[in-house]
Nanobody, 125 residues
C-alpha cells in the first residue's frame, strides 16, 4: 500500500502557474505508475495526467496538453504537476493517485489505485 500526500495548491490568476507535489510513502512507492485527477464542484472526477513508474513516459488529457507537465523524482518518491497558462476552468480539487506498474499508466479510470486527500486549485479570471 502506498500513502500519498498532495501539496502546492492555492489561488492564482488566469495565465499564472502552480506546481503541485505528491509525496508517496511506502517500500515500493517508486514502482508505481502515478496519476493526477481533478474534480470541480458538481462534476465527476476526471483524469489529468499520468507518468510511468520509471518516469520515461507520460500521458495527458487533451484539456491540459501543452499547458501541464507531469514529472517525478524517484529518489524523493515525489511526483509533480507543473501547471502553466492556467484557466478558470482548471479550478478543482486535484488528487494524486498511484497504481501498480502492472497496470498501464494510460488507464484513466478512477476505479483503480490509492488516493491522496486532494489539494484545492482556484484560478480567478
Amino acid at each position: 500500500q502506498v500513502q500519498l500526500e498532495e501539496s502546492g495548491g492555492g489561488l492564482v490568476q488566469a495565465g499564472g502557474s502552480l506546481r503541485l507535489s505528491c509525496a508517496a510513502s511506502g517500500r515500493t512507492a517508486s514502482s508505481y505508475n502515478m496519476r493526477w485527477f481533478r474534480q470541480a464542484p458538481g462534476k465527476e472526477r476526471e483524469f489529468v495526467a499520468s507518468i510511468s513508474w520509471s518516469g520515461s513516459s507520460t500521458y495527458y488529457a487533451d484539456s491540459v496538453k501543452g499547458r501541464f507537465t507531469i514529472f517525478k523524482d524517484n529518489a524523493k518518491n515525489t511526483v509533480y504537476l507543473q501547471m502553466d497558462t492556467l484557466k478558470p476552468e482548471d479550478t478543482a480539487v486535484y488528487y494524486c493517485n498511484s497504481i501498480p506498474a502492472t497496470f498501464s499508466f494510460t488507464i484513466t479510470s478512477t476505479a483503480f489505485g490509492s488516493w491522496g486527500q486532494g489539494t484545492q486549485v482556484t484560478v480567478s479570471s
